[in-house]
């Protein structure tokens, strides 16, 4: 098995996952979303604590723009990580998102407009299936994630 493979593998992820957390109980812990922005609040699987530990999850955040199918585009911005006030939870909160980057290759003037997703910033947290993640993006942005799941094997790195 090569080191590329022990690294995270993906899990398939929302078989039971939520992006609607309203029923959580502590989702009333975190605070609406200011005027401009929109609140995310994903609700995990129910895992085991010492089975949490071989999972990550992977939060992207971007927007579905009109674009023209042959070059790659990324949006900039970052997400950063706050703690919530007499909690000891954290949100994530992407201030701006944006301005949109592209390659540069040329387009066949046929070539049709394509509406896809195009991501910005990502970031990769710890499993935790007892709170919501909550995600505060600007309006027109999206949330999307995927989970992580490492092998049950370590490997063993050799000394040199």
Do not use: C
């Not at 009333?28 to 604590?49: C, H, S, T, V």
Request: aromatic share 8%.
């Amino acid at each position: 098995m090569n080191h590329t493979t022990i690294l995270l593998t993906l899990a398939l992820a929302g078989l039971s996952a939520s992006v609607s957390a309203a029923e959580h109980k502590y989702l009333k812990a975190f605070p609406a979303a200011k005027e401009g922005m929109i609140r995310y609040a994903i609700n995990l699987p129910d895992r085991q604590r010492g089975e949490e530990d071989g999972y990550r999850v992977e939060i992207v955040v971007g927007k579905t723009m009109l674009t023209d199918g042959v070059n790659r585009m990324h949006l900039g911005g970052k997400i950063e990580a706050r703690p919530l006030e007499g909690w000891g939870f954290t949100y994530y909160e992407v201030e701006k998102l944006g301005p949109a980057a592209s390659t540069l290759i040329g387009v066949p003037p046929d070539q049709p407009k394509v509406e896809k997703f195009v991501h910005g910033p990502s970031t990769m947290i710890r499993y935790n299936s007892r709170i919501p993640l909550v995600i505060y993006v600007p309006t027109g942005g999206e949330v999307r994630y995927r989970i992580w799941k490492a092998p049950e094997k370590f490997e063993e790195a050799n000394e040199g």
